[in-house]
């Protein structure tokens, strides 16, 4: 079967034209002279922004000096100067590549960027259009020092902002920790910042789970976060106490801004991967799809008599007319592993079915039990299952070690029509959030808003930007920036950068321009009526390959 990839991204090539061209778009003009900034009750002499990824500028699946030349702190501080605000400095990366090393191996690599059919690393990219690659050079190792405004970590949890030495965790942190045993808010607090925004903290608590297909644990009840795994969701009452100290400590000299946590399975890393990719209509893999359907009705019918039985929703049938949807493991189900060998090992129609593959009806128990243990827990998707981003260029092509596998057993082309991922083979659970699996984040994040709200709403000092609400609207009906309508699909949405989940310059301009909408509010400055906010069109959705 043919390799299936970036499902359902064939248009977006001319989607991403349209949107990048913003000659197509004029800003209105003021039909009269806006008043002058006025800054309230805040202190912006000296911002401070502390945080993960978002308040980095990471974008397009990495860390570059471009990304964090319009990060949304970096956007704030040139509103700030206009209220009299300091000067406001980042831990530059040395490169636009998007990684970074340690001890000169790459911890993260390239950057994302466009490459016509969806998102593909920059080197893949440069080496597809025979252009040189520019190498990583941004080193680890090599301390910088801790005299930064931002300290937005990429990758640190709620707890990881207080928890002494983990700069030996964390790359991007051990290049501008004070000390082996410093802690991201301690060094924040020695810059003695006059104003600070917290930003998008529990974001990271819930998001490795969900971009690993809920393979990790969710730890709630379990207060000893040393305990936890990478891939693992942060107890509510861990990122309270995290979060607690981290308003506490901050809001005692100065006025800030928090945000509430998004519900990240609407971004389109979790979005843009149908269910049901496999088309047989489709003009390239549609003939081979089809051609296979027979052996998989056939396959899938011997494997339905146990289904039909025990649980009706699990029987799987494909379509020659319909999109088909992939085939699943769902760890939540019931194992029949047992039930599907015991029942087709004896039965003299399954030992004619492996025959036309050349096998003996003798080794009828042994296919039994292979299929058992493939099929055990399989079903077919539906709507209420989300696909991760990197799924699109799984579904569809031949798992090598499994085909190799089964070659000791089966003619090797037989082997490779048995190990066709999401069709012959259940795609493993790293690849689909199951519904059980959206519960477990989605209340994880209700309880982590619950309590940032709640520690907002007794500060007179803290004001929310309920980054979460924003989101929500963006992935619904689109969310109005300036001359544009900001959505969360991908890459043509506006918002949201090439790896689905981390903003574009453009998305945090808009996020920025909420900060200064929740500092208005809550401080008596008039950073929005008075023009003083990031302007769209002066911001990128996308950035060039060539970009150095």
């Not at 931002?150 to 991007?172: D, E, M």
């Not at 959505?487 to 506006?494: A, K, M, P, R, Y």
Request: hydrophobic share 40%; glycine share 10%.
């Amino acid at each position: 079967m043919k390799h299936i990839k970036y499902i359902l991204l064939s248009a977006v090539l001319i989607a991403f034209t349209a949107c990048s061209d913003d000659d197509d778009f004029s800003r209105t003009a003021e039909e009269e002279p806006l008043p002058a900034l006025t800054v309230g009750s805040a202190d912006f002499s000296n911002y401070v922004a502390i945080g993960a990824s978002f308040t980095a500028g990471f974008s397009d699946g990495g860390l570059f000096r471009a990304s964090q030349e319009r990060s949304f702190p970096q956007l704030l501080s040139e509103q700030f100067a206009v209220g009299g605000g300091g000067s406001f400095t980042q831990p530059l990366m040395d490169d636009n590549t998007g990684g970074i090393l340690v001890g000169g191996t790459p911890a993260s690599g390239y950057r994302l960027v466009f490459g016509g059919a969806g998102p593909v690393p920059l080197n893949t990219f440069l080496v597809s259009q025979g252009a040189p690659v520019p190498p990583i050079t941004t080193e680890a190792g090599n301390n910088i020092g801790s005299n930064f405004n931002n300290f937005g970590i990429p990758g640190a949890k709620s707890f990881h902002l207080v928890t002494p030495g983990y700069a030996a965790f964390n790359p991007f942190y051990t290049r501008i920790a004070s000390g082996t045993t410093s802690t991201v808010l301690a060094d924040a607090l020695a810059q003695n910042p006059t104003f600070f925004t917290l930003s998008e903290v529990g974001g990271n608590d819930v998001l490795s789970y969900a971009t690993s297909g809920g393979t990790g644990v969710d730890q709630t009840g379990n207060f000893d976060p040393l305990t936890y795994g990478n891939n693992d969701i942060t107890d509510p009452n861990v990122f309270a106490q995290s979060f607690t100290a981290l308003v506490t400590a901050l809001s005692q000299d100065a006025k800030g801004v928090v945000t509430t946590v998004p519900d990240i399975t609407s971004l389109s890393h979790f979005t843009t991967v149908p269910f049901n990719p496999l088309d047989p209509n489709d003009e390239e893999t549609g003939p081979d799809l089809v051609a296979q359907i027979p052996l998989l009705n056939q396959l899938y019918g011997a494997l339905n008599q146990v289904f039909a039985v025990v649980d009706p929703s699990r029987v799987i049938t494909f379509s020659t007319t319909e999109t088909n949807p992939v085939v699943v493991k769902d760890e939540d189900l019931a194992d029949l592993s047992a039930v599907i060998a015991g029942a087709l090992g004896p039965d003299p129609a399954f030992a004619a079915f492996i025959g036309q593959f050349g096998l003996p009806a003798s080794q009828a128990p042994i296919v039994a039990g292979l299929l058992g243990a493939t099929y055990g827990q399989a079903r077919q998707a539906n709507a209420n299952d989300l696909f991760v981003l990197p799924s699109s260029s799984v579904i569809g092509t031949v798992n090598d070690d499994v085909a190799t596998a089964l070659g000791a057993l089966l003619p090797p082309p037989v082997a490779e029509q048995f190990s066709v991922e999401g069709v012959t083979l259940p795609l493993e659970d790293k690849w689909v959030l199951t519904p059980q699996e959206q519960m477990a984040i989605a209340t994880a994040t209700q309880a982590y808003n619950a309590t940032i709200i709640a520690i907002a709403d007794t500060n007179p000092n803290v004001a929310v930007a309920d980054l979460r609400a924003v989101l929500e609207q963006a992935s619904i009906s689109g969310y109005p920036y300036d001359d544009f309508t900001m959505t969360t699909d991908l890459v043509f949405g506006g918002l949201v950068s090439l790896d689905g989940i981390h903003l574009t310059s453009r998305g945090y301009g808009l996020m920025a321009r909420e900060f200064l909408v929740a500092i208005d509010e809550a401080f008596g400055s008039n950073f929005i009526a008075s023009g003083n906010t990031p302007v769209a069109n002066d911001l990128p959705t996308n950035f060039s390959p060539t970009l150095q």
